[in-house]
Nanobody, 117 residues
Framework: VQLQACGGGLVQAGGSLRLSCVTS??????MGWYRQAPGKQRALVAGITSGGSTNYADSVKGRFTISRDNAKNTVYLQMNSLKPEDTAVYFC??????????????WGQGTLVTVSS
């Protein structure tokens, strides 16, 4: 499984960005975005299940929206009202359960988001 993330960049505080992650396969049980700021551990930002249920980190609720387009094998993260503390490398993450019941996880290469004050 290959994942290609894009959409990062430099934006001023209060601005918006949309991240996209295209996968080489479809039908994932879970698709999500994590981020890792310098000196910090990677943490979940938002996730969406195959059924459409979403969850968000408290720090981004009301500002970020995750969505998926199964026809395009793509997961998106719309980020509004960006803050300097949102600065991080963002990674897409997908998980699928095999027919044998094994849960497999895959990561994209990361895309840098920098929010200036």
């Amino acid at each position: 499984v290959q994942l290609q993330a894009c959409g990062g960049g430099l934006v001023q505080a209060g601005g918006s960005l949309r991240l996209s992650c295209v996968t080489s396969e479809s039908i994932f049980n879970f698709m999500g975005w994590y981020r890792q700021a310098p000196g910090k551990q990677r943490a979940l930002v938002a996730g969406i299940t195959s059924g459409g249920s979403t969850n968000y980190a408290d720090s981004v609720k009301g500002r970020f929206t995750i969505s998926r387009d199964n026809a395009k094998n793509t997961v998106y993260l719309q980020m509004n009202s960006l803050k300097p503390e949102d600065t991080a490398v963002y990674f897409c993450n997908v998980r699928k359960r095999t027919l044998a019941g094994e849960l497999r996880e895959y990561w994209g290469q990361g895309t840098l988001v920098t929010v200036s004050s």
